[in-house]
């Protein structure tokens, strides 16, 4: 008998990968099929068994098979594992979930209908929206710890004690957040860096020229008409007798 009882599908972006056995176990189809023609070869086979893991597109492609008359069902990758019986590839996954699928004891995932995963997805994307606050609530605080403001868990506090931190006048927090200006223009942290050497004690800082590395100080928080007056220092041109040039506020960019 060349009809086709168990089908097992790996399922992927572009290409699928099928493998098919009778009712005796033998295998009857095994190829590898484009997105496109994967339905309406599903769709020309006679009522079978289809198995596919649980993967991104599964509950799709089962509701599209279920409507041609086939019984499917989905499995947990981690559990067609052990059915494996050489390297990995999507020939031999097929043929795992295959034989996978017919096991008595095999633990099953659900096929969810369009509602469910419409219900689903927007849990997913609230939760995204979660995480995202989260990590941006905790990377501010950490920040403000950097100046002395260790602020609570709490969103809720967090919402309403930063802007009381950066509106407050005369507060350092205040000017040390406003001086992150870079005469206009936003600075490529990845390719700057500062490299500071002290002449001896009571000297005036040395500040190094190292490829195209350039370094500025935030001493004065200047606020220069134009560009070209903004402090930069390197090997050749390093003013030693800068008051701006404090070792004590330098910053590294």
């Given at each position: ?19 098919g056995?009778?009712?005796?176990g ?20 006679q ?18 098979f ?24 999507d ?44 990590a ?9 710890a ?27 927090t ?34 190094h ?44 960019i």
């Open positions: 008998m060349n009809l086709v009882s168990t089908l097992g599908i790996d399922l992927a972006k572009s290409t699928f990968s099928l493998h056995v009778n009712a005796n033998e295998v009857v189809r095994r190829r590898t099929l484009s997105r496109a023609k994967l339905s309406e070869l599903v769709a020309q086979l009522p079978c068994l289809i198995g596919m893991e649980a993967c991104s597109g599964a509950h799709e492609w089962a509701r599209r279920a409507a041609s008359g086939h019984t499917v069902k989905l499995m947990a990758a981690k559990f067609v594992t052990p059915y494996r019986k050489s390297g990995k590839n020939g031999n996954d097929a043929e795992a979930i295959c034989e996978a699928v017919t096991r008595p004891n095999m633990r099953f995932v659900p096929v969810k209908s369009l509602e469910q995963q419409s219900d689903l997805t927007l849990h997913r994307v609230r939760q995204g929206f979660v995480e995202e606050r989260t941006t609530l905790n990377r501010l605080r950490g920040l403000l950097e100046f002395g403001h260790v602020l609570p868990l709490r969103a809720v506090e967090v919402h309403r004690r930063v802007p009381q931190l950066l509106d407050s006048p005369g507060h350092r205040h000017h040390r957040l406003g001086a992150g200006r870079h005469c206009g223009q936003r600075p490529r942290l990845q390719k700057r860096t500062a490299v500071r050497r002290l002449a001896g004690p009571g000297s005036a800082p040395v500040l020229r190292r490829q195209d590395v350039l370094v500025r100080s935030h001493t004065a928080y200047p606020q220069p008409s134009s560009p070209s007056k903004c402090t930069f220092a390197s090997h050749s041109t390093a003013n030693t007798k800068d008051p701006t040039l404090s070792p004590s506020i330098m910053t590294i």
